[in-house]
């Protein structure tokens, strides 16, 4: 059974600095997705990865994937007060059938 | 483009009765899922229709929670009778199949604003 992990679970860091967060997953697969939540909203999409060595940015997110590690990042440059929300990472259990296995959850607070 | 539409936003009920949730997709998007988020919790997927045709339901407490979707478009999510552990985030997403050639397909799932349920 596919199992997903994120960590940290929570994270408060202060605007400006540098943050990584990171998603492991238990079987093979080379899709994997990113999502954003804002309290009380629904997901919005941030990435798609789909292959090993895969790297996308966007703003000061930068997501890459490591199909070999099982491990996917998501990387915070200078983060400013508007990053605050939920990542969720998500991973396609490559059984053809385009189900999502969702990690817990990274709940990032950036303080001014 | 309209993006996947959802209602109610919010729905309070007492325990065992029930409740009927709908969900509109993205026009032209075959997959739908519904999904269940506890607070604190990523989504989990309780269904998975190809377009009127059930491909992934073994999440689905079938006795409790039964879904359609009729003429592959909309879709609605019962719960018959509610219980105080059901109180969630019910989220819609819709799917297109995105083909890669030699690597396959993939696709990328986009979600509806969801409704939230209160089992009282």
């Known amino acids: 059974e596919l199992k997903v992990e994120q960590n940290p679970l929570f994270l408060s860091m202060q605007e400006g600095k540098n943050y990584t967060i990171y998603c492991n997953y238990s079987t093979t697969s080379d899709r994997l997705y990113w999502y954003r939540q804002d309290p009380g909203k629904s997901l919005e999409s941030l990435f798609v990865l789909l292959s090993n060595g895969a790297v996308k940015q966007e703003g000061r997110l930068m997501a890459s994937l490591d199909t070999k590690a099982r491990l996917s990042t998501l990387h915070i440059t200078a983060a400013v007060h508007d990053l605050s929300a939920t990542y969720f990472c998500?991973?396609?259990?490559?059984?053809?059938?385009?189900?999502?296995?969702f990690g817990t959850g990274t709940r990032l607070k950036v303080l001014a | 483009e309209a993006g996947v539409a959802q209602s109610p936003r919010y729905k309070i009920i007492e325990k065992r009765q029930s409740v009927a949730f709908w969900c509109n997709p993205i026009s032209g998007h075959a997959t739908l899922y519904w999904y269940q988020q506890i607070l604190g919790q990523g989504p989990k997927l309780l269904i998975q229709?190809?377009?009127?045709?059930?491909?992934?339901d073994s999440q689905l407490p079938k006795d409790r929670f039964s879904a359609e979707r009729l003429k592959g478009v909309d879709s609605t999510l019962k719960i018959q009778p509610a219980k105080l552990e059901d109180s969630a985030v019910y989220l819609c997403?819709?799917?297109?199949?995105?083909?890669?050639?030699?690597?396959?397909?993939?696709?990328?799932?986009?979600f509806g604003p969801g409704t939230r349920l209160t089992v009282l």
């Open positions: 998500a991973v396609d259990g490559n059984l053809g059938t385009y189900k999502y296995i």
């Open positions: 229709f190809q377009n009127n045709g059930v491909v992934d």
């Open positions: 997403a819709s799917s297109l199949d995105v083909w890669q050639g030699r690597r396959g397909s993939y696709n990328e799932q986009f």
